[in-house]
């Protein structure tokens, strides 16, 4: 089955600064790849997400790239602020017609510092 | 407001009690799942199911079961809760498109202790 790698596990970044959290899979029939924002005491939100025949998406400081040959994809926060402190999870997701199965990553626990 | 709905949001039982998590979704999804996780740890998969009389189990062994007779409804049945079953449960849906992917859309959890 897909087994999704994330790292790192935490991450802490000054006010302003960038933040990288990488992710690989294992399955290269994963076609779908969303990363999820997970407030402390809240529901895990979609904040961006990327199918397999496009390599880069931006919305607004957030950016996902997919590398499908390396299989590996990672998620860029740009100026970061403290409402960006949360876990994040990426996911890759293999589906076709009625059939999806999603697998999460592990979380990165992301602090940033006023 | 269309949104996914779990109810209760906190629950305390004793061991050995059977339990019902109700989980109903307004968004017209097919898809639904249940996860279990431990606050702001890992996302454990227990049941799945692609529409009505379609239930699956996930990558977590589990002592609960499921049922879908209702398209919006998917309840988690506990039917002897165990201290190791204290956790958060997290109920989500998504839509069937035309590629098969789509996003998961979570409920706010039900928290689960058992003493």
């Known amino acids: 089955g897909e087994n999704v790698e994330q790292h790192p596990s935490t991450l802490s970044v000054q006010e302003g600064d960038s933040a990288v959290i990488k992710c690989t899979y294992s399955d290269s029939a994963s076609n779908y790849f969303p990363w999820y924002k997970q407030e402390l005491g809240k529901r895990p939100q979609l904040i961006i997400d990327?199918?397999?025949?496009?390599g880069e998406k931006k919305d607004q400081r957030i950016a996902v790239t997919l590398n499908k040959t390396a299989k590996h994809f990672s998620l860029h926060i740009t100026e970061t602020q403290p409402e960006d402190s949360a876990v994040y999870f990426c996911?890759?997701?293999?589906?076709?017609?009625?059939?999806?199965?999603?697998?999460f990553g592990t979380g990165t626990k992301l602090q940033v510092i006023p | 407001e269309a949104d996914i709905y779990q109810t209760p949001r906190y629950l305390v039982i004793g061991t050995g009690k059977k339990i019902t998590l109700e989980c109903s979704q307004t968004?017209?999804?097919?898809?639904m799942y249940w996860y279990q996780q431990d606050p702001g740890m890992e996302l454990h998969l227990i049941h799945y199911s692609y529409g009505v009389n379609s239930t699956e189990k996930g990558d977590l062994s589990s002592e609960s079961t499921v049922s879908r007779i209702r398209t919006e409804h998917f309840p988690l049945t506990l039917e002897s809760a165990r201290p190791s079953h204290t956790s958060q449960y997290l109920c989500?849906?998504?839509?069937?498109?035309?590629?098969?992917?789509?996003?998961?859309?979570f409920g706010n959890g039900t928290r689960l202790t058992v003493t």
């Open positions: 990327i199918r397999s025949n496009v």
């Open positions: 968004m017209g999804h097919d898809k």
């Open positions: 989500a849906s998504s839509l069937t498109t035309g590629g098969g992917n789509s996003p998961l859309h």
């Open positions: 996911a890759a997701s293999i589906g076709s017609g009625g059939y999806q199965k999603v697998t």
